[in-house]
Structures are given as C-alpha cells and as structure tokens.
C-alpha cells in the first residue's frame, strides 16, 4: 500500500510517503507554530518526489484532523481532501492524540498512554490510552488538574504537547509517570502507519476541535441594522 501521510495540526509541517510493499519511507517535518499553509503544498511536492511517486500511484491519504490549532489542522485537512479529489484516492482523518500514543503503544504494549495537548488556559485535550492501545475514553478537553487524576492512575507514560503541564502538577505522594515525552507534534511516519490500517470504512477527514475557538465577534464593534 502507497499512503501520503499529512500532519499541520500542532507546531510542525509534516509529511511522509510509505510504501508497504517496497517498504520505502520518504518524510520531512519542519518545526513551526505558523506558516504551514505556505509551507505545506512545497513540502508535499519534495517528499513525492523524494518517493519518486505521482500522486495517481497513492492507494490514500492520511491526514490529522485534531485536536490542535484550529488554522493549521484545517491546512491540513483541505490539502488532503484537494490530493485525494484530483488523484481519485480516499481520504483518511486520525486524531493527535492517537498518533502520540501509536509509537508508544508499539514499543511497550504493558504500560499505558495518556496523551495530553496543551489547550492553553491550564486545560489539555485529553485521551488516555489502556495497555495494549485500547482508549479508555473518547478525546476530550479537561483542566490540568482533572488530567493529572486521570493520569495518576496509572502506571502511564505522558506524552504531547502538554505533557510537562501534567508533569509540573504531579502529586508528591504519587509515583511518577513511567516516562514524559513533551514532543510538539506527532511522529509522521506514524501517521502514515495509522493510514495504512484505517478501516476502509472510515469518513472523510473533518475537523475535530474539542472546544470553540477562542476569537469572537466583538458586540461593540458590530454595526447596527437597519
């Protein structure tokens, strides 16, 4: 299987082609909390070509749909959807939160993940993850310190962009997390590998947000209607 894997959802633009049956990687992940719109289409066309792939040749595409930043997941996900339209490919959407755990739970199946992204206002998007991989609950947003219960019911390892909130708010009398990995997105390569073994059934990419976004519409600065 040929998969394009896309992630713009938290601080990097990312991209990665894995191809099963030559069992071929090409990837690039670029640092950045802003810019992945102009980043992205440039980036995809070197790793394409660093595959020596044409996009009709892709089986699918994955994609991260969220949580994260609200900008930069929709970059990503209109992208994947424009990709997928053109090449005549199916599209896939995985969660942040599920690809953070992915490498984890492949490495040591016998201990948990809790993956927590920083949401900003002392809250985390929040999944915690049994061993073996199976989640215990679906995504949601909670305060630190609701997550750090959760979490200290352990044994977890913590893993996102919020993971040193959780770290910092540890109970002295509890044991500490079995490992705190603050990376700021997610393994593309990894992303890549969730696309591989999405069900064929799964919907089109949408955006999962968790919260409304903080920008509102100022009432003073509304002009009345005649």
């Not at 990687?25 to 020596?52: C, F, N, T, W, Y």
């Amino acid at each position: 299987m040929r998969v394009l894997a896309i992630d713009t959802a938290l601080e990097a633009c990312s991209a990665a082609v894995l191809d099963t049956e030559q069992g071929k990687v090409a990837s690039e992940s670029l640092p950045m909390v802003r810019g992945h719109a102009e980043a992205l289409m440039p980036l995809i066309e070197r790793v394409m070509k660093q595959a020596d792939m044409a996009f009709a040749a892709l089986d699918r595409i994955a994609v991260t749909t969220g949580p994260g930043s609200f900008t930069g997941l929709r970059v990503g996900i209109a992208a994947a959807r424009g990709i997928a339209l053109t090449a005549g490919k199916p599209a896939f959407g995985l969660t942040t939160l599920a690809a953070y755990a992915a490498p984890h739970i492949a490495e040591d199946a016998e201990t948990g993940v809790v993956v927590a992204i920083d949401a900003r206002h002392q809250h985390v998007y929040l999944q915690t993850f049994a061993p073996g991989g199976h989640g215990l609950a679906a995504p949601r947003i909670a305060s630190v310190a609701d997550a750090v219960q959760a979490a200290a019911n352990g044994p977890f390892r913590i893993v996102g962009t919020g993971a040193g909130m959780l770290a910092a708010a540890w109970p002295p009398h509890q044991p500490p997390p079995a490992l705190v990995d603050e990376r700021r997105a997610p393994d593309i390569v990894w992303v890549g590998r969730l696309g591989v073994a999405a069900n064929e059934s799964a919907d089109g990419p949408r955006p999962l947000y968790l919260r409304a976004p903080d920008a509102q519409p100022q009432d003073a600065a509304r002009l009345p209607r005649r």
